[in-house]
């Protein structure tokens, strides 16, 4: 409450006294300001920590992850021919490469309308893809004798109505309906000028378009479309593959990007450069490699110079930092140092310190990096650079490789030992496939890695056991439902026409069982089916769990989350699995547990935070008070000042009288 003078009386200053006092009682509340303004310096410190930790976590996963450590750079002579772009697992080497045809979609135009707006008809249109074989493409853009088998992507249907019977209307329905073909009303100039153009935006051969229309016999004519019989639409660009040669290799795919060709390498074409290869040359990328080992270093100085500027104290100013004498942070910089200054056990590298690659501590608590030191590791133990910085594993089995671990698994060499080999489900037929699927017995049940799907083969007959062979693995491998999944199936028959179906999956999961009325004559029979083996087996002597063609190691075992790949070979004893976690890899999860729910910096701001909420309250508690000392001071001194002036008023009074009674006693 505010003070105030009484304003009459002895003259008593009422106001100077109580403020004084006052003065003196404030001194907890001063010194409990003080201590909060200290605790939420210490609060701000702490969070400027954990800003600085995440960022240092992200120059950490540069060097965490053994990919970043193998990037390598791809360099194309004549960069208008093809793109590219590097990952890990390439290998460095020059390639010839020569681009003879770009990937294209297929294209369509209507024959012409006087007027865009007319009403053309109403109906449905369906859409099917596939590829066109056989027959002549003639000059009017319209196939003679030629079969169309579709991809197994299914059919699409747009439907035409009163609101979009004209062709413009046409248009907007079909880029609307979202199926993949993008249509266009263009005006070619002619008497009757305007025309539906019809892309597809998938490239490739088998992106070729069959249009079925039911309806108005108008609309039937102007958008029926049959690669293998009437065509109302012309046809402006074929749909076709990209092909190019690698070395002189002939490789063929539905787009123009290519990942799978050049390990490593992912190659984007542009243009067309037959007769004339361009060269590629894939090299290792050690100018990011040596940038990402100057990042780390740079981030370890910071974030530790951070931390000591923080814990300091200022022997000019005799004060500390916001955290001078805090154990906690002291407690960090001890256990970076630690691990920094450490060495890598577990692995098969040479490579144990940071030294090893340039990397030294200094007197000063900071890291340099020697580059030419550096330089030369990459030049002559490049392979060993992962095991220096990532979690990486190493297998003396060519058949068995590391796959990832988790925080759990310690460093060490872990013996693998198999029982069980994982397999693939399959199913073979009895007999020689038919050919002739007319008649409705076209209808095939699916049932792949335990999802099952309704397929239809053609409507009709095959040329050839290998023609309804890839049809039917295209149709399989097409369909959504197992393309979603990530199921294939690969299909061979023998020379006797015998049909083999093997699922690529691995394990007690994969299966591919053939059911519907095509099933019979496809299999020649009822058919054999077997299904997958899981792979069993054990690392570091105890029972792993598996998927597909992965074991993982057991919880409570030191390789608990170990993964490995066992590919092929034998059952018994498979070697052993040396690993390591390397120093990036190892303040990675450092950082992490600083940052953790119950992390050191979370323990300590939630101690911060409850202290805080404690000075509150004191705060709360201790302005009552004071109000009432205050109050009560006030009330004294008024109470005082009033009696004073109240014997003033007695004093004045007597005075006068005295002097009253002198006077007429000397008269």
């Known amino acids: 409450m505010g003070l105030s003078s009484a304003g009459i009386g002895s003259g008593l200053d009422v106001t100077g006294i109580v403020s004084q006092l006052m003065s003196i009682e404030q001194r907890p509340l001063t010194a409990l300001t003080t201590k909060q303004s200290d605790y939420k310096a210490k609060l701000s410190a702490f969070g400027s920590i954990q800003s600085g930790i995440a960022s240092f976590q992200s120059t950490l996963k540069k060097l965490s992850d053994p990919k970043n450590l ?44 006087l007027n865009a707006q007319a009403v053309v008809g109403t109906g449905t249109l369906t859409f099917d893809f596939g590829t066109i074989s056989g027959g002549t493409l003639g000059t009017d853009g319209k196939y003679s004798g030629s079969a169309f088998t579709s991809n197994g992507a299914g059919s699409k249907q747009v439907t035409i109505d009163s609101s979009n019977n004209t062709l413009n209307g046409i248009r907007d329905a079909i880029n609307s309906a979202s199926i993949g073909v993008t249509a266009s009303v263009i005006n070619d100039g002619g008497a009757t000028p305007y025309r539906l153009a019809l892309s597809n935006s998938q490239t490739g051969e088998a992106s070729s378009m069959k249009i079925s229309v039911s309806g108005d016999a108008a609309l039937g004519n102007l958008l029926n479309h049959d690669p293998a019989g009437s065509q109302a639409l012309t046809q402006t ?76 104290y200022d022997m000019t100013s005799k004060k500390g930092a916001a955290l001078y004498g805090d154990s906690s942070v002291r407690n960090m910089l001890g256990q970076l140092r630690g691990l920094v200054t450490g060495t890598i056990t577990g692995g098969a590298s040479s490579l144990t310190r940071l030294s090893d690659a340039g990397v030294s501590y200094q007197a000063d608590g900071t890291l340099k990096l020697d580059a030419t030191k550096l330089q030369t590791v990459i030049d002559t133990q490049f392979d060993q650079l992962p095991g220096l910085f990532a979690a ?34 399959s199913q073979t037929g009895s007999g020689a496939a038919n050919l002739d699927y007319s008649g409705g017995n076209n209808a095939l049940q699916v049932s792949l890695d335990g999802l099952s799907a309704n397929i239809n083969l053609r409507d009709g007959s095959y040329a050839s056991t290998s023609e ?52 019979s004559l496809l299999l020649g ?127 004045s009074y007597l005075t006068g009288q005295l002097t009253a009674l002198a006077n007429n006693t000397t008269n």
Do not use: C, H, W
């Not at 460095?92 to 209507?110: F, M, N, R």
């Not at 390498?265 to 990402?292: Q, W």
């Not at 058919?527 to 597909?548: C, D, H, P, R």
């Open 392 to 425: 990486s594993g190493t297998s003396t089995d060519s058949q068995v490789s590391y796959v990832g671990s988790t925080a759990k698994t310690q460093s060490g060499s872990y013996a693998v030992s198999i029982s069980q080999l994982a397999t693939q489900g």
């Open 237 to 312: 660009v074929a749909a076709q593959n990209a092909a190019l040669k690698v070395d002189g290799l002939d490789i063929s795919k539905p787009s123009n990007t290519f990942s799978d060709v050049v390990p490593g390498v992912t190659l984007t074409l542009k243009k067309t450069n037959a007769g004339s290869p361009t060269n590629l040359s894939v090299t290792r990328d050690t100018n990011a490699v040596k940038a990402n080992v100057q990042e780390f270093v740079d981030g370890y100085n910071k974030l530790t110079g951070s931390l000591k500027s923080l814990t300091s």
């Open 70 to 113: 193998q990037t390598i750079k791809a360099t194309v002579a004549d960069t208008n021919v093809l793109g590219t772009s590097g990952g890990a697992g390439a290998v460095p080497g020059d390639y010839s490469i020569e681009v003879t045809k770009l990937a294209q979609s297929q294209k369509l135009a209507s024959a012409g309308q």
């Open 468 to 519: 309804l062979v890839s049809d039917l693995q295209t149709r399989i491998n097409g369909n959504s439902t197992f393309t979603q999944a990530g199921s294939a199936v690969s299909i061979s028959a023998d020379a006797s026409g015998v049909l083999s179906m093997l699922s690529n999956r691995f394990g007690s999961n994969s299966s591919i069982t053939l059911g519907g009325t095509a099933a």
């Open 525 to 651: 029979g009822a058919g054999n089916t077997t299904t997958g083996l899981a792979l069993t087996g054990q690392i570091n002597g105890a029972a792993a769990t598996s998927l597909g063609q992965t074991l993982t190691g057991a919880s409570g075992n030191a390789a608990e989350g170990l993964k490995v790949s066992v590919s092929n070979g034998s059952t018994g004893s498979r070697g052993n699995v040396q690993y390591s976690q390397g120093f990036a890899y190892q303040l990675d999860q450092l950082a992490s547990s600083f940052l953790g729910e119950n992390g050191m910096i979370s323990m300590r701001t939630d101690g911060i935070n409850s202290a805080l909420k404690r000075l509150d309250s004191d705060r709360l508690n201790l302005e009552a008070k004071l109000g009432r000392i205050q109050k009560q001071y006030q009330d004294q001194f008024t109470k005082l000042d009033t009696t004073m002036s109240s014997m003033n008023s007695t004093s």
